[in-house]
C-alpha cells in the first residue's frame, strides 16, 4: 500500500509541476534559453539506454525550421532537408551566431527565404519530417555543419574557405 500511495503521489506530482521549473540547457553542455522570441526551450535528455541525445523545441519553432527546409531544400534528398534543419539547430550551439531560432534565421544576409519573404509559405509534410529527424538524431557526432549552398547558384567565394562537411543533392555543407 506504502508503494502504491508514493507510486501515486510521484505520478500526481510529475503531472501538476510546472514546465517552469525544468532544466533547460543546449547541446547538454550549457544552460540556455532558446527561442522564438523567449518562448522556446531547447532541452538535451537522453534516452533510457544514454546512446542518443533529443533536441526539443516548441511547435512554432519546428515549424519556423520546417518552412525554412522547404525553402531552402524544395527538389532536394530527403537526408539534404535534415540536413539544412541540422545547420539551424548547429547555428544555435554556436558561438558564432545567435542561440534562438529566430535569431539564426532573421540574422541578416543568411538565409535567401528570408529577404525573399518564402519563409512565410507553410511547409509541407517532407520538411516537418526532416526537422523531426534532425532534432531526435546526436548532433554530437554528426557533421557539425554550419553553413551550406548551391554551387549551380552562388558565386559567392565565403566558402572556398570553409571545410566541406558533406554534399547531399545540390547543396555543399560545410563547417
Request: glycine residues 6%; aromatic residues 10%.
Amino acid at each position: 500500500m506504502k508503494k502504491l500511495i508514493a507510486l501515486s503521489t510521484m505520478v500526481v506530482s510529475l503531472l501538476i509541476t510546472s514546465p517552469a521549473f525544468a532544466a533547460t540547457f543546449k547541446s547538454g553542455t550549457t544552460m540556455s534559453t532558446n527561442a522564438i522570441g523567449s518562448n522556446t526551450q531547447v532541452q538535451t535528455t537522453s534516452d533510457a539506454n544514454h546512446r542518443k541525445k533529443y533536441t526539443f523545441i516548441t511547435p512554432e519553432g519546428e515549424d519556423l525550421i520546417a518552412r525554412l527546409v522547404r525553402a531552402e531544400a524544395t527538389g532536394q534528398p530527403f537526408q539534404g532537408k535534415v540536413e539544412v534543419a541540422v545547420v539551424v539547430l548547429n547555428r544555435m550551439d554556436s558561438s558564432l551566431f545567435p542561440n534562438t531560432i529566430w535569431g539564426v534565421l532573421y540574422q541578416p544576409n543568411q538565409f535567401a527565404p528570408v529577404r525573399n519573404g518564402q519563409i512565410k509559405l507553410p511547409a509541407d509534410a517532407e520538411s516537418i519530417r526532416a526537422v523531426n529527424e534532425a532534432l531526435f538524431i546526436d548532433r554530437a557526432n554528426g557533421t557539425h555543419s554550419l553553413f551550406f549552398y548551391n554551387p549551380k547558384k552562388s558565386a559567392s567565394t565565403f566558402f572556398a574557405s570553409r571545410q566541406t562537411t558533406v554534399a547531399i543533392g545540390d547543396h555543399v555543407f560545410k563547417r
